[in-house]
């Protein structure tokens, strides 16, 4: 079965909005959390990670909010510009050191 | 640096013959990571290798899929009497101990 899920296969936001990527997983193990970026003809990138011993984690425009208990994380982009558009795909392992399940991807456009 | 190498870049095969991937990492990196990549499944996780020892290899089809690493500096992915349902993006990733994949370009199989 999937074991993290992304629900919305796409997303538009207005230029300057906020974009709210949303990821669910299923397996009580998994300890690290992350969201990565893939254009067109390209390989995904990483974005930002987090462990589970925290909730939130800022990167300049970037946030990443983990509830554990609901199996839930989000990533959440302010000020979104054109450039953001891309596939956005959340990812979730047991560990740093285990392999990363993907979900199937969110595809966002930031229109003017 | 060179960021992680795959070859060939395309390929196509008739079905029935067989295929082989190859993967040079980024030196250094203690883990080497093997994905599939279609439209309908997203990225699956297939198998992966940790200081050249195979870890985990529960996403690899059983009958006609293996992966090795010989050495450090690279390692294969064969699939053998290859179907069309085997065409995909095969997509390598190499990493230090930190969670961080870093992707290669891909190999894009097409089988007829």
């Known amino acids: 079965g999937q074991q993290v899920k992304q629900s919305s296969p796409s997303l538009t936001v207005q230029e300057g909005g906020i974009s709210i990527l949303n990821c669910d997983y299923e397996n009580d193990m998994f300890d690290y959390f992350a969201w990565y970026k893939k254009y067109p003809d390209n390989s995904p990138t990483l974005l930002i990670s987090?462990?589970?011993?925290?909730d939130k984690r800022e990167d300049g425009r970037l946030t990443v909010f983990l509830n554990k208990s609901g199996k839930h994380f989000s990533l959440h982009i302010t000020a979104s510009q054109p450039e953001d558009t891309a596939v956005y795909l959340c990812?979730?392992?047991?560990?740093?050191?285990?392999?990363?399940?993907f979900g199937q991807g969110t595809s966002l456009s930031v229109v003017p | 640096n060179a960021g992680v190498i795959q070859t060939p870049r395309h390929k196509v095969t008739g079905k029935g013959q067989e295929a082989t991937l190859w993967c040079e990492p980024i030196s250094g990196h203690s883990a080497v990571f093997w994905y599939r990549q279609t439209i309908v499944q997203g990225l699956e996780f297939l198998t992966y290798f940790r200081n050249q020892a195979p870890i985990d290899d529960s996403g690899m089809p059983k009958e006609r899929f293996s992966a090795q690493m010989p050495n450090q500096s690279h390692s294969t992915l064969k699939i053998q009497s290859t179907q069309p349902q085997d065409s995909a993006v095969y997509l390598c990733?190499?990493?230090?101990?930190?969670?961080?994949?870093?992707f290669g370009e891909g190999s894009k199989l097409t089988v007829l």
């Open positions: 990812a979730a392992a047991s560990s740093s050191f285990s392999k990363l399940v």
């Open positions: 987090v462990r589970s011993n925290v």
């Open positions: 990733a190499s990493s230090p101990n930190t969670g961080q994949l870093y």
